[in-house]
């Protein structure tokens, strides 16, 4: 027959170092393995987590977005491919016609301002020297 007996360990009759009274223990306060838990950086990424999340969303759903985000990101692309192909089209066109168009058109401006000052000049020369101007056609007094 084996007989049992209890050993006590030295560790466990061994005081152990802490707070004198009863008083001294403050549980309501932070510990330093909370403190140490809050300063805990994990070594994953924004993509890492995203993608964890997809056994979240159910497979049918997923299907749905995908194809709805696709269909959007290839209207948007056709979108933007045309806009700028309509935006060269009327860029180099008003370059091609407005340019020579404006240069025309100052240029005729130009020609009616010498016109004015060329009638100005002589209307101001008719009146400096009207009797020049009659005394051409009058014959000689005898």
């Not at 560790?11 to 809050?38: H, K, V, Y």
């Not at 924004?46 to 056994?55: E, G, T, V």
């Not at 948007?76 to 025309?104: D, F, H």
Request: aromatic share 6%; hydrophobic share 40%.
């Amino acid at each position: 027959m084996v007989k049992l007996e209890e050993v006590v360990d030295e560790e466990f009759t061994r005081s152990q170092p802490g707070p004198d009274a009863e008083d001294d223990w403050d549980t309501d306060s932070d510990s330093e393995i909370s403190d140490s838990e809050s300063d805990f950086i994990p070594d994953e990424t924004l993509a890492d987590r995203i993608s964890a999340l997809q056994d979240i969303i159910p497979p049918q759903q997923r299907k749905f977005l995908s194809s709805t985000l696709s269909t959007a990101t290839s209207w948007l692309q056709t979108g933007i491919r045309y806009g700028g192909k309509t935006l060269w089209v009327v860029s180099t066109s008003a370059l091609l016609l407005g340019v020579p168009w404006a240069l025309a058109f100052a240029e005729e401006q130009q020609m009616q301002e010498m016109e004015r000052e060329m009638r100005a000049q002589q209307g101001a020369n008719e009146l400096l020297a009207p009797s020049a101007a009659g005394q051409a056609g009058a014959r000689p007094a005898l």
